[in-house]
């Protein structure tokens, strides 16, 4: 089923079900299927740790996967919070997603992952106000250790893990370290996140629709430390792409506020909230493996946290946010950019 709109003068067909994927995306999207580790239409086991609250249901609704993509969720938690859990699955339950093939509530790492294809690492020790990446580590080792090896006797073949759970980078490479079987390539870490942090201020800034803009680069880890690349970025105008950095005519802004808006943007959010920012890192997660699994469109890129091959200099070997395209999948990373930083030393 579909509808029709207008978009600057152009006719765009939607599918209902999924309204934010034009048909025809749909349609490419569906084609890559075939070389995702499930058989389509079969349902994709997907693990998340951690309770998940605002990733579940995403999840459950196609957003991570598309609108035809049955699904069964493996939700692991902590033991003092398996009655919470278990309430998180009655929701589940009541809320009648059509693509919900079933739900695994449960506190045993075997259990959850057992022939998972895709492993969501949402589940760490939480980041508290004034907490900084490095005080959550040693904390975080043995729950990684943990899961890797679940991960590494029981997952399906290929499958697929996303990192969350802060610090994204070393909690991956934790992982890698005690699951040595799962290829190097399927385990990453979330830095779509501040991609998306990216995009959203450029398109706040211009005053355009958040789709319009694309191809930033997050460089570096998950933290304070990454550095938001504006250059490369672009912006959909009636007279074609225009580049950011033209479009915004501010150099101050884009090498300064800019820069350490994204950079301390979880941070501010804790300050504001008391709490973490669990919504928009779901959201960000579920941008992530669709990207990963289904393609990203021709023309576009995106940022993940992915293990070096060597590119730009970084060391082969660590878990690195570089921009990426996916295709039947598998990312590349993407070559041929100067990044900024560097440009500003040699400047």
Known sequence: MATIIMDNNNI??????????????????????NAIAWTPHSSCHICTTGIGYALVPMIARGVMLGPDQPVILHMLDIKPAAEALNGVKMELVDAAFPLLK????????????TGVNVAVMVGGFPRKEGMERKDMMSKNVPIYKSQASALEKHAAA?????????????????????????????????????????????SERLNVQVSDVKNVIIWGNHSSMQYPDVNPATVKTPAGDKPVRELIADDAWLNSEFITTVQQRGAAIIKARKLSCPLSAASSACDYIRDWVLGTPEGTWVSMG????????????LIYS???????????IVQGWVPHFFEQAEG
């Open 322 to 332: 570089f921009p990426v395209t996916c295709k039947n999948g598998e990312w590349s």
């Open 158 to 202: 290929n499958c697929k893990v996303l990192v969350v759970a802060n610090p994204a980078n070393t909690n991956a490479l934790i992982l890698k370290e005690f699951a040595p079987s799962i290829p190097e390539k399927n385990i990453t870490c979330l830095t779509r996140l501040d991609h998306n942090r990216a995009l959203g201020q450029i």
């Open 306 to 317: 992915v293990y070096s091959d060597g590119s730009y200099n970084v060391p082969a070997g």
């Open 12 to 33: 765009v067909v939607l599918d209902i079900r999924f309204p934010t994927l034009p048909v025809v995306e749909l349609q490419r999207h569906q084609a890559s299927v």
């Open 102 to 113: 079933g739900v695994v509530a449960t506190t045993d790492a075997v259990e959850a992952g």
